[in-house]
């Protein structure tokens, strides 16, 4: 049997980029594709903070649902964006080889309000508490909309700076000059790394996107988003992960924090381990950090937020 392959994506410059890459790797096999564009919920309401939009999934439902409907047949997204827990009869069919995983600050003018008190924006509560743990005089703004949007406004609300991905700025090459890589800043989990998923029924497709996986980066994205899903963060609570594969020694390097909202309290964790304890590194680094105070930490963020 063939088909042409349905590509499902947002509409945003950085979706469409991300859907054609997989057209394009997927062609070079032999496949014929479509890439069908939608709006999500998420990219339609800009005027609330995405915590209150309850932001599992704000992104990718609707691309859920085109899929279960029978509108296309894969789905790509931002795999920071895409729930722990995939909807029944979606699974995913391929991670690709990821890209910088870096949270990088794109400043007006000059960095020397670092030093001293600043605006900076952003809509990511992970990049505020870590923001705020390291520059508690600072002020943070709420930033959304599409990449461009947000640099757009950048430009004209008079703030020292908004945090961006790096890898966002980079795949559709607009990433100015007058940027900061934030080394010290540890992303999201699966940061950087484009997920695409498949109905289960669907073999001929899942087959096709399959050939694009990354072991590698499958198994780093697993260990980060294992250790978001025990912490029961989904999206919204200010988690931060990141595995990284070290072929010298075959291990496995993980770090993970988990903060106050305000970044006033921050509870981390790293190890190093052998790439064969690699299945249930994120449980047991999660239930590490429950177990020293992040248990009662994530109480304090649901009541902060319901607040």
Known sequence: MTKSIRIGTRD??????????????????????????IKSEGDIVLDKPLYELGITGIFTKTLDIAMLQGRIDIAVHSMKDVPTALPNGIIQGAVLERASCADLLVYNKDTRFLETEGVIATSSLRRKAQWLNKYPKHTVEDLRGNVNTRLQKLETQGWNGAIFAAAGLERIHIKPKNH????????????????????????????????????????CTHIERQFLRTLEGGCTAPIAALAQYNEADDSIHFKGVLLSVDGKEKIELEKNVPIQEWKKLGYYSAKEVLENGGTALMEMIKQTLKN
């Open 180 to 219: 900061l890589i934030l080394d010290w800043m540890v992303p999201a989990p699966a940061q950087g790394a484009m997920m695409v998923v498949v109905n289960q029924d669907d073999n001929y497709c899942f087959e096709a996107v399959n050939q694009l996986n990354h072991i590698e980066t499958e198994i």
């Open 12 to 37: 945003s410059a950085l979706a469409l980029w991300q859907a054609t890459h997989v057209a394009e790797k997927l062609n070079a096999l032999g496949y014929t594709t479509e890439i069908i564009a």
